[in-house]
């Protein structure tokens, strides 16, 4: 336990002091340690638990220490947000062994004289744990939800109050891992059968499996592509454009590749997947998942989604344009999200913008496009596409711009639009 809790205090730091994004630093040192699987849990819920819940973790610091948080050295308030999301979120860590830890670690790094000071604060914090609930509704919703307030303000002006409550409430559960059935090798039936109790059937969407613990890789049937992970709301939007068998699909910006396969496998693996992203040394990850699963209609290359290629103008009857956005539908799957600089979200809209009116000159007459974010903000979904529909009087909307929240049988908050060349 000891060493788990090094392990993390450790990557910890590096997510904080390094700008490393928790799930590359958790899947990075699981494969260079020896932790067996109760370990590895245990590391994997202490890393991504306490950078879920530092707002909160830092608002119960500030109830208890008598120095201000900005003051303290960012080791000692990472020791503290590691024994507090213990005391606070995990019922089967001793109190003790959760503050006796924390302490030790401080005393392990060159701040060791803070050792008195925070064992201290864990101390009265203890004493009045049964207080927490109380003192974060003092507090405000950023402490209760542990999201900043200028995400909420956002929401709440987008979205209205009631709405924002149940999208805050829809985060503080954990999101399962979903599993795409890969129909060209096996049905979802066939496939609930062989894989028995480790997946159950989704609610809401045919040929999505809901994954009830365990690996994704070392599940039978994963090396023999029979299923690939996607998130309901991707799968839908995919659904929803429709691609047919023997038709042209672009997919703009296509890596790690969810979509791409989605639509090959939607057209019976007939036709051409053309699938672009900027960055090439990720194609990779295209090219092995489409061989994983038997999908040979896909050709993937690097490309700049608002550099169109010229041969291709006019060629696609369908078009996938799942653009760069601010994420903030998969907060409670990246944590990291949330603590964006609020002016790199505010450019997004115009870059968005000028890569949908790039994407859209791929399109035949009659072809429709895909509009996707996962992310919940007005200025980057249905904005952007009105923006768009009014530039271009040759395009319509086929249907409504569907908003999809967290906490429902959609896991993610997710955005998309279909829109038609006329």
């Not at 990779?284 to 291709?312: V, Y």
Request: net charge neutral; with cysteine.
């Amino acid at each position: 336990m000891n060493n788990v809790r090094k392990l993390a205090f450790d990557s910890l730091k590096r997510c904080e002091k390094d700008g490393k994004y928790s799930n590359l630093e958790v899947s990075s040192l699981i494969v260079r340690s020896n932790l067996d699987p109760r370990d590895k849990g245990l590391f994997t819920a202490l890393v991504y638990g306490v950078i879920e819940k530092r707002i909160t973790l830092d608002a119960l610091i500030s109830e208890f220490s008598d120095k201000p948080i900005e003051k303290l050295d960012s080791d000692v308030v990472i020791a503290l947000r590691l024994a507090l999301y213990q005391l606070t979120f995990m019922d089967r860590i001793p109190p003790h062994a959760a503050i006796n830890e924390s302490v030790e670690l401080v005393k392990a790094t060159p701040h060791k004289a803070s050792a008195p000071f925070v064992n201290a604060v864990l101390r009265s914090a203890l004493k009045s744990k049964d207080r927490f609930d109380e003192i974060l509704e003092k507090k405000g919703k950023s402490a209760i939800y542990s999201i900043p307030d200028w995400i909420i303000e956002l929401w709440e002006k987008g979205y209205g109050g009631e709405k924002t409550e149940r999208l805050l409430c829809g985060f503080l559960s954990s999101p399962p891992v979903t599993l795409r059935v890969n129909t060209l090798k096996i049905t979802a039936e066939e496939l609930l059968e062989k894989l028995q109790d480790k997946v159950i059937p989704h609610p809401a969407a045919p040929d999505i499996l809901i994954l009830q613990g365990g690996s994704v890789e070392e599940l039978d049937g994963f090396h023999d592509g029979l299923f690939f992970v996607q998130g309901t709301s991707s799968y839908t939007a995919v659904r929803t454009l429709s691609p047919k068998g023997g038709e042209r699909l672009i997919d703009v910006c296509a890596c790690p590749g969810g979509k791409s396969f989605s639509a090959a496998i939607e057209m019976g693996n007939r036709g051409e997947v053309l699938s672009f992203d900027l960055h090439k040394n990720k194609l990779s990850l295209i090219d092995k998942g489409a061989k994983r699963l038997g999908i040979d209609i896909i050709k993937s290359d690097e490309n700049n989604a608002n550099i169109p290629k010229e041969e291709l103008l006019a060629t696609a009857d369908k078009v996938i344009c799942d653009v760069p956005c601010s994420g903030l539908g998969i907060i409670a799957k990246k944590p990291d999200i949330k603590y964006k600089d609020k002016k790199d979200i505010e450019r997004l809209p115009e870059i968005q913008l000028s890569i949908l009116k790039n994407s859209s000159r791929y399109l035949k007459k009659g072809g429709r496009l895909l509009y996707s974010t996962c992310t919940l903000n007005p200025d980057e979904n249905e904005r952007v596409t009105d923006a768009f529909l009014r530039e271009n009087p040759h395009f319509k909307r086929v249907g409504e711009p569907t908003t999809i929240f967290p906490g429902t049988d959609f896991e993610d908050g997710f955005f998309y639009d279909i829109l038609e060349k006329i």
